[in-house]
């Protein structure tokens, strides 16, 4: 750290001021930077957690649709005529009927009030097959929970179990039937649930992202990649709100221990969770774009505003004190020299004029350097000034663009709008639908065996009519949802634009300061012009002054030690402007520009002598008009 302030002590003057100021840009740009990014990012996050929160919700109310479908097909046969007078031969084809129409069930059982089994079908194979009497009464289940609670009179959806006799993972749906208010016995269907997990394997998903199923004791019902090689309970935060019963959207570590985006939704009927997980990093891969894009403007914008402000020190204030410094330098090695002179002789003070003369033309041609140089910036500044031009075609382009992407956000609103009362269609002509599957229905009852056939269509009708309803219900669900975050991004949009809006106005200023930097340096140009036309005059006038050499020569020695004085002032102020230098540094003047005789200078004759002259003592009367003529 020592050595940090030690260097920076030893800077000069402008290149303080321009660490300084960088230093306070460098900050501000970054804590911009960094604030800009966070908004984003969580901007960013948000979306990923409600677009995987919407996926879940949707495929859980799906499943749990699909399972209250099933009990809806049994409810209904429950209720039909046939099962409440327990007639054997219909029933078993109406069991027959609703296994092969769907292949959804594992068995089929008609239960007495004993729990022994009277009429039953097998669908376990693929195909449907009637059960005999005997196999039938082989079903025993009055030791069974779900026995109980449906031969009390309530609807029962048991918790998922492996079939004894199949020895497939099934879902008991469990109606009681009942005949004039009494309890005649139970339909128990025996629902496969490997349907639900076929359909699982179905579901789109982005790359990065997985779906899997769990039960309420936090053990894996599916596979996924992040559960291989893993056994027993999960130790998530998916997990326990699954065996809670609740349901959500977090950022987590899933069971690898990998960081995660995910949500997580319950499926009611059977108690089972449905888990939607999308990889942490690969999510917000677009994050670490848009920071790389951020960070890449913001060097861009230091290097420039940088540049711009290194220039204008070096012209305004580092350039004008050297100039200050390289003029009273010369005039306070003039002054000795001419004093010297003086004091030896008016031959030894013509010469040293002369040697003046050929100091201001060198420094006349150091001047017309410095006016190139100045040129040079000059050109520089006009370059930068184009630059800029440039930046603000592109910024307006961008706010362009955001402006399209405000419309076309608005015409999917609007498009989503449309949809929504399509779909309010679909759902009306359902309804009517199932009302006239229904009316259908009763009257195929009413035409007893005839009207079988009829009835098994009706119902299927019915059951479309009804899915379609329920399909029309969710989507438009799924819709509304659509066009809030439509709004959302709309919103989103609308304060990038203001951004790009204020980044637009700032760079029109900079934009303008650079111009003005160009006007500044062409005037700079034409005042050092007027400087060196200045400089050739004043070399006209040491020649004069050769001629007044015995008129001075009784204020030599004054004039030597004022010009000493003038030497360490002028080495002070080369002190600040410089850096690290001191006034005691005996070659900070020892270069060849500062000298008033070239290195190959020979002392004129008799110089020694004739520097010991001491004038006479004269009063500071005396002396005011020789000093007011020099």
């Avoid at 469990?174 to 997990?197: D, F, H, S, Y």
Wanted: charge should be negative; glycine fraction near 8%.
């Amino acid at each position: 750290m020592g050595s940090w302030i030690r260097y920076f002590n030893e800077l000069d003057i402008g290149k303080k001021l321009n660490v300084m100021v960088l230093s306070l840009l460098l900050i501000g740009i970054g804590l911009t930077t960094g604030i800009a990014f966070n908004v984003y990012q969580e901007s960013y996050e948000d979306a990923v957690q409600q677009r995987l929160g919407a996926v879940g919700s949707m495929n859980a109310e799906q499943f749990n649709g699909w399972l209250q479908a099933r009990q809806d097909e049994v409810r209904f046969v429950a209720g039909l005529d046939a099962t409440k007078n327990v007639d054997r031969e219909r029933l078993n084809h109406l069991l027959t009927e609703l296994s092969e129409s769907q292949n959804f069930y594992d068995t089929i059982y008609f239960v007495d009030p004993n729990g022994n089994g009277v009429v039953g079908v097998d669908g376990s194979k693929g195909s449907t097959r009637v059960l005999s009497e005997d196999a039938a009464a082989d079903f025993q289940v009055a030791d069974r929970a779900w026995f109980r609670e449906a031969i009390s009179g309530k609807d029962v959806f048991s918790d998922p179990l492996v079939s004894r006799s199949t020895g497939n993972t099934v879902a008991n749906v469990v109606i009681p039937i009942r005949n004039n208010g009494q309890i005649q016995g139970v339909l128990r269907a025996a629902v496969q649930l490997n349907t639900l997990t076929e359909n699982l394997a179905q579901i789109d998903r982005e790359e990065g992202t997985e779906v899997y199923l769990i039960n309420r004791d936090r053990e894996p019902v599916t596979q996924a990649a992040s559960l291989t090689n893993l056994s027993g309970k999960l130790e998530t935060d998916a997990a326990y709100a699954i065996s809670n019963g609740e349901f959500g959207t977090g950022s987590y570590k899933n069971a690898a221990g990998t960081s995660v985006i995910g949500s997580y939704n319950p499926v009611p009927l059977i108690g089972w969770g449905m888990v939607v997980e999308a990889d942490e990093s690969a999510a917000l891969a677009e994050v670490r774009g848009v920071f790389w894009l951020l960070l890449g403007l913001a060097v861009l914008i230091l290097l420039t505003v940088g540049g711009v402000l290194a220039v204008t020190l070096k012209k305004q204030v580092t350039a004008p004190l050297r100039n200050m410094i390289d003029s009273l330098t010369g005039a306070s090695d003039q002054v000795r020299s001419a004093s010297s002179e003086v004091s030896s002789s008016s031959q030894t003070l013509a010469e040293g004029s002369s040697e003046q003369a050929a100091s201001l033309q060198e420094t006349s041609s150091s001047l017309e350097e410095i006016s190139a140089q100045t040129k040079q910036n000059a050109a520089n500044a006009n370059e930068a000034n184009h630059s800029m031009s440039e930046s603000m075609k592109m910024i307006e382009a961008g706010v362009d663009a955001m402006d399209r992407m405000n419309r076309a956000i608005s015409e999917i609103r609007e498009s989503s709008v449309e949809t929504s009362k399509i779909i309010k269609t679909i759902d009306e002509i359902a309804f009517q639908t199932n009302l006239l599957a229904l009316n259908a229905a009763v009257e195929a009852a009413r035409a007893g065996d005839a009207g079988k056939g009829f009835a098994v269509v009706a119902e299927e009708v019915r059951n479309l009519a009804q899915r379609s309803a329920e399909a029309a219900r969710d989507t438009s669900s799924l819709i509304e949802k659509s066009q809030e975050h439509a709004q959302h991004g709309v919103d989103v949009a609308d304060e990038v634009g203001d951004k790009l809006e204020k980044i637009k106005e700032s760079s029109k200023s900079i934009e303008t300061l650079i111009s003005e930097i160009a006007a500044a340096s062409d005037e700079q140009t034409r005042g050092i012009g007027q400087v060196n036309t200045a400089v050739t005059e004043m070399d006209k006038v040491v020649q004069s002054n050769a001629a007044n050499s015995e008129e001075t020569a009784s204020s030599a020695q004054e004039l030597t030690s004022l010009g000493e004085e003038l030497n360490r002032l002028v080495q002070d102020l080369a002190t600040i402007v410089g850096g690290g230098m001191s006034s005691g540094d005996e070659h900070f003047y020892d270069r060849d520009e500062y000298d008033d005789y070239p290195p190959n200078y020979i002392e004129p004759k008799g110089f020694n002598e004739r520097a010991n002259y001491t004038p006479a003592k004269r009063s500071k009367e005396d002396l005011q008009p020789e000093f007011a003529e020099f």
